[in-house]
């Protein structure tokens, strides 16, 4: 069992949708990542946010918009998405960031129509 | 910027034996150093964790060391089993907070 929970566990959307990803941890955990997984390549960095603030923007499209309500939740706001943006998004937390290690969710699997 | 390589890309063997995993870092800036393994279409389950003070860390059948020196860190699992079968990862940090992954050894255990 993960103790960083992700919902919901699959999405498909058609491209002028709205949606969100939500991920949770009751942790105490102060930074929260999300990572995009294109199939069969690695984890690709996308934000990071520490004490509810954005600090890493890997130049993602506006099309994705973060959100850290607090320090137990994240979001992932997702309008006008296209066919390539298909991926499993995944979100971690580390106890204060930096260097320290990462505790992922189990992912929430995206497929854009 | 940190690139990681892990050898070998793919490793299938019978049930039993004892494997070698391999990374190696551009950066040898290395600081706590996270094995995780992903199952097809899971998240990724995180084994060891050698802190930047420690040379090697070990968890039941597997053992992972590192060398700060020559950028490398080996995991070792021994006596594997079909359920060790997934996706071995050993992401490198270019900076604090961001992991760089490589692409991974896929491992296949066969009864």
């Known amino acids: 069992d993960t103790e960083v929970t992700q919902t919901p566990k699959h999405l498909v959307m058609g491209m002028t949708n709205k949606k969100s990803l939500k991920c949770e941890q009751h942790m105490g955990h102060r930074a929260m990542y999300w990572y995009k997984q294109k199939a069969k390549k690695p984890p690709e960095l996308m934000f990071v946010y520490s004490y509810e603030k954005l600090s890493i923007n890997e130049s993602v499209p506006s099309r994705f918009s973060p959100e850290c309500p607090n320090s137990s939740l994240l979001n992932l706001h997702l309008h006008a998405l296209q066919p390539e943006d298909s991926a499993l998004y995944l979100c971690?937390?580390?106890?204060?960031?930096?260097?320290?290690?990462?505790?992922f969710g189990d992912g929430t699997r995206l497929s854009i129509l | 910027k940190q690139e990681v390589t892990q050898i070998p890309a793919a490793l299938s063997v019978p049930e039993g034996e004892n494997l070698v995993l391999n990374c190696s870092f551009t950066d040898s800036a290395i600081y706590n150093l996270q094995w995780f393994r992903q199952d097809p279409g899971k998240g990724l389950t995180s084994l060891l964790l050698?802190?930047?003070?420690?040379r090697e860390q070990t968890s039941g059948r597997l053992n992972a060391s590192l060398d700060k020196s020559s950028g490398r860190s080996t995991l070792y699992i021994a006596a594997s089993q079909p359920g060790d079968s997934a996706t071995y990862l050993c992401?490198?940090?270019?900076?604090?907070?961001?992991?760089?992954f490589g692409t991974g050894t896929r491992l296949a255990v066969r009864p």
């Open positions: 971690a937390s580390s106890p204060q960031g930096g260097n320290q290690p990462q505790h």
């Open positions: 992401p490198g940090r270019s900076s604090g907070d961001k992991l760089t």
């Open positions: 050698i802190q930047s003070s420690q």
